[in-house]
């Protein structure tokens, strides 16, 4: 007798916070299969509006119309939020918390600020996505940059393996960050986006010196930044370098100096503490002798020196 293969049941998710993330992030995964069965907003027309972009009938500001059988509560709100919400919905007596699972969105905490939750049995976890979601942009726009990406994630083992299924509901892999590094983690995840959004706005401030009637900078420099991000991606930083640093060029960057101080002295101290993390990626290249290092290093501390500090810097 054959048997008919069982159906499986969709994941059944609660979204906390209406915001970029905890939207995107519903949308793909009910695109996947998964059943929007809540969202939890602080205002009644934000908690409206996020339901009816997932396509889901219960909205509100109270924890309350979050249904017993939702199987997976999504925390997207301020990091600040997240304890408070968790200890608010770990005093919900109607909920069988041994077979729910609650993650967060947070990158700066880890799944300890669930605690209140794991206490009652339910599967813990951060859930944070490596990807960024500008506020100025519309849901329609960062939809796709929610797939086939990296999530940050630690948690309680039964909460890793949620985080894992939901993962690749999303198409994309999860990284586990010790807790205790959480916060390092997040560093870097500023480093990978906010800090490369800075730079590129120096590049188009001193491209504006050189061309100041150029309506777009990104363009003409947009071939370079992206084979020095393919170059990383096929090696590594080190083997990826390149330009007069490398070489050992002091004339080279003395005249960079000069010309920066000259024409756009509120980037020196940008440009001088980036020199420095050259030469130091340099030396670990191989590329740079001791006495190219000593030379390079003490030219451009000599500008860093003359730089002006932050406050005076218009």
Do not use: W
């Amino acid at each position: 007798m054959n048997r008919r293969p069982r159906r499986s049941v969709p994941l059944r998710v609660a979204i906390v916070g209406a915001g970029k993330v905890g939207l995107v992030l519903g949308k793909i995964l009910r695109e996947e299969g998964a059943r929007i069965s809540a969202v939890v907003s602080r205002t009644t027309a934000s908690a409206r509006r996020g339901a009816a972009f997932l396509g889901c009938r219960r909205s509100g500001t109270s924890l309350e119309v979050i249904p017993q059988e939702t199987d997976l509560i999504l925390i997207a709100t301020p990091h600040d939020g997240v304890v408070q919400t968790a200890e608010s919905l770990a005093r919900r007596s109607d909920l069988d918390f041994r077979r729910l699972a609650v993650c967060h969105a947070s990158g700066v905490l880890s799944a300890s600020a669930l605690s209140a939750l794991e206490a009652r049995g339910a599967a813990v976890f951060s859930f944070h996505p490596l990807q960024t979601f500008p506020r100025d942009f519309t849901l329609k726009a960062i939809v796709p940059r929610g797939r086939g990406i990296y999530f940050g994630v630690d948690g309680s083992p039964r909460g890793l393996r949620m985080a894992r299924r939901v993962a690749r509901m999303l198409k994309g892999r999860t990284v586990e960050i010790p807790p205790e590094r959480r916060v390092l983690y997040h560093a870097a995840c500023v480093i990978a986006s906010n800090h490369l959004t800075a730079m590129l706005s120096v590049l188009q401030s001193v491209h504006r010196s050189i061309r100041p009637t150029d309506a777009s900078f990104f363009a003409i420099y947009r071939p370079i930044i992206e084979a020095t991000l393919a170059n990383v991606s096929a090696t590594s930083p080190e083997e990826a370098l390149s330009g007069p640093v490398a070489r050992g060029g002091t004339a080279t960057v003395a005249a960079h100096l000069e010309a920066l101080r000259s024409a756009v002295p509120e980037f020196l101290p940008y440009f001088t503490r980036m020199t420095l993390e050259t030469v130091r990626l340099a030396t670990r290249k191989g590329s740079l002798s001791e006495a190219k290092r000593e030379e390079l290093d003490a030219l451009v501390r000599t500008f860093l020196n003359e730089s002006p500090p932050l406050e005076e810097v218009t």
